[in-house]
């Protein structure tokens, strides 16, 4: 029996998980499979109320196969689902890495995940660290992050300028598409870390806002 | 034939010449050298460096490489140099078959406002709108105008250079924004301003027409499931027409590609609002949606492009053309649904593609390639059909459930929600399905997710360091860090 403390969307939640007998997990080669049954979920904001989805207390019985890496079956209860590991929302290798060293060894901080299509981010505990700098989507106030890979094409406010919410700050390009990257907040531009003609990666900090 | 293009269409094109007997050339850039449609062809010529500039674009490429080749002809798919009436003139001039209208077709089409007063002149209905204008008299007339209004490239297609002006305050910068796009892409920052219907349906007419003046239409297609202006679904019959708007739709189609003398396969877009239809442009090329109408007509419209371009009489007149069933076709492209649909580049990991009774697949996707941010990012179009709406819908649904793409976000999760949605399903959705549907949807974790975190993280702890994957992912990344930790 192990117990797992999960956030799974931010929701703080507890797993009771308990190995199943080996014929059930038999036919998975080690490392890329695994049978259990989950025998407690609990939502952690709200004890009271067990997690979406355990039914009535009964446990769940769970199995998981990789079928391509990267790629999940995940049976719950019988009910086959699929489970995509989404690496690109992580900072991971396989997210803009050609369009100029972004984020290598990414993947600290929570799993991105999609579930049947659905994207659910899951935070795996303590082994999990957050880096500092921040995955995809996060970041601090004040960073203005590319929202995808793509060729500074100009820069609409040096450093020292004073902007409102909502004023361009950078035009990017990608698949001939510009979009104004827009500043978060009013206030004074401090640095901008890009030059027109640059190529970028998704996530890569673009301009700092004080 | 010269195939001057890439990805899935080039493929496309080069099946089409199989079947007709033809041999097929291809071109690439230095990104293309290793992609499928340069394995697919008999022949493959280099054209020039990753940027579509200085090859795919490139005139001059494009004719060396057909004589090379010792080409009768060139198709020039769609995007690229398709509607560019100088590569059609080029062709011409050295002699060359172009599978398209001719050059002065293009030029006409390629000005929306002649067209427009061409689809006037012929007695077709069409949206209030301008001509190309500088920056003060186009902000005068979308002010006299009233918003929204839909801002356009003269030169454009392929939803570039389109900007939705909601207010009189946003212009300015959507101006900005939409000469930047369309110089890069067309070379051309004319832009003009149009009225915008909120509650519309963007619905298209397919018609053939050869060099000896037969035209005929091939029915339409619904194409009102967009993101940036651009298609992500398209489904043929439209669900929003009864056989009397088919009908009308139909003879407007005919009657705008004569008015501009049209010649081989073009698409003639209507915006369609209650019982009102209005022209909007003509396509002047094969277009990605062209598969849901294949499939409904049983037409293979490149061949056909191939045998009018040949000089060919049309095999059928409007009497010849039955649909039967329905088809709906869903693009998928390498971008991020959850995160507004921006485009990405990277390593592809592995692909899963669907198959099964009434399932297509027209593609370019191979597990580990790359996508680069110098193309589109169309990865492959699934179609289905069906004897019913419904038929279809189930079909390509199982297929959305059954495709897989790692390492790169891709339209799939959006693809599998909108085909579930109630609003798709009982076919009244408008353009504004994605705006008002998807990104407001119900974001609550599904079932399960707590139970797959956990295996994940079960898995996690009892493995032995996994064997590198190919694709690296986070996941193996992760397992065998806490491994050694």
Request: hydrophobic residues 45%.
């Amino acid at each position: 029996m192990k117990t797992y403390h999960l956030r799974v969307d931010g929701v703080a939640v507890e797993v009771a998980v308990e190995e199943v007998p080996a014929d059930s997990a038999a036919g998975h080669p080690v490392g890329q499979g695994v049978g259990v049954r989950i025998t407690a979920v609990r939502r952690l904001d709200d004890p009271a109320t067990p997690g979406d989805g355990l039914r009535a207390g009964r446990p769940r019985r769970v199995d998981l196969a990789e079928v391509v890496p990267g790629c999940y079956s995940f049976l719950l209860d019988g009910r086959s689902h699929t489970l995509v590991v989404a690496a690109w929302r992580s900072g991971g290798p396989s997210g803009g890495h050609h369009a100029g060293g972004p984020a290598s060894g990414g993947g600290a901080g929570p799993l991105h995940l999609l579930l049947d299509g659905i994207a659910v981010t899951a935070d795996i505990g303590r082994s999990r660290r957050v880096r500092s700098g921040g995955p995809a989507g996060g970041g601090t106030a004040g960073q203005v992050r590319a929202p995808m890979p793509g060729l500074v094409v100009a820069i609409q406010a040096g450093p020292g300028t004073a902007v409102v919410p909502g004023q361009p700050l950078i035009i990017m390009e990608a698949m001939k598409m510009q979009m104004e990257i827009r500043a978060p907040h009013a206030g004074v531009v401090r640095e901008v870390r890009v030059s027109p003609g640059q190529d970028v990666a998704g996530n890569d900090l673009l301009v700092t806002v004080d | 034939m010269l195939i001057a293009n890439r990805g899935e269409i080039a493929l496309r094109v080069i099946r089409a010449c199989r079947a007709s007997g033809l041999g097929a050339a291809a071109v690439y850039s230095d990104a293309d050298r290793a992609a499928p449609h340069v394995a697919a062809a008999d022949e493959a010529y280099r054209i020039g460096p990753p940027p579509a500039a200085e090859s795919y674009l490139s005139v001059g490429a494009i004719i060396d490489a057909a004589r090379a080749a010792g080409a009768d002809a060139v198709h020039p798919g769609y995007g690229f140099l398709a509607e560019n009436p100088a590569l059609a003139q080029a062709c011409a001039d050295a002699g060359l078959a172009f599978v398209g209208p001719p050059a002065a077709t293009l030029a006409r089409c390629g000005d929306k406002a002649e067209t427009r007063r061409a689809a006037r002149g012929a007695g077709v209905p069409i949206l209030p709108g301008t001509d190309p204008l500088d920056d003060a008299p186009l902000a005068r007339e979308a002010d006299r105008m009233g918003f929204p209004v839909l801002l356009k490239a003269a030169g454009g297609g392929g939803g570039k250079g389109i900007h939705l002006v909601r207010a009189a305050a946003d212009l300015a910068a959507a101006v900005r924004l939409a000469r930047g796009e369309a110089r890069v892409a067309f070379g051309d920052d004319r832009v003009y301003v149009e009225k915008w219907l909120d509650r519309a349906r963007h619905v298209e007419v397919q018609v053939l027409a050869d060099a000896a003046g037969s035209l005929v239409h091939l029915g339409e297609r619904e194409c009102s499931i967009q993101r940036r202006h651009q298609k992500v679904i398209e489904e043929a019959p439209s669900p929003a027409l009864d056989a009397a708007l088919r009908d009308a739709i139909g003879q407007a189609a005919v009657a705008a590609a004569r008015a501009v003398g049209y010649v081989n396969a073009g698409t003639v877009e209507f915006v369609v609002s209650g019982r009102g239809f209005y022209f909007l442009e003509i396509n002047a090329r094969l277009q990605v949606e062209h598969p849901v109408t294949e499939m409904v007509t049983g037409c293979d419209l490149a061949r056909l492009q191939l045998a009018i371009a040949g000089g060919a009489p049309l095999p059928f007149g409007q009497d010849g053309v039955a649909a039967r069933g329905h088809a709906v076709e869903a693009r998928i492209s390498a971008e991020d649904p959850d995160a507004g649909f921006v485009p990405w580049v990277g390593r592809v990991g592995e692909v899963v593609l669907p198959g099964g009774p009434g399932v297509r697949v027209d593609g370019a996707l191979v597990a580990g390639m790359e996508v680069t941010r110098f193309y589109d990012p169309i990865l492959a179009k699934v179609i289905s059909w069906g004897e019913t709406r419904a038929e279809a819908i189930a079909r390509l649904a199982q297929a959305m459930r059954e495709t897989v793409i790692t390492g790169v976000p891709t339209t799939v999760p959006f693809l599998r929600w909108a085909l579930a949605h109630p609003v798709f399903r009982d076919g009244t959705y408008t353009t504004r399905f994605v705006e008002t549907e998807w990104e407001s949807r119900d974001r609550t974790p599904p079932d399960g997710a707590a139970e797959a975190a956990a295996a994940l993280a079960h898995l996690a702890e009892r493995a032995a360091p996994p064997p590198v994957s190919r694709d690296g992912s986070v996941w193996a990344q992760t397992a065998r860090r806490d491994a050694l930790s």
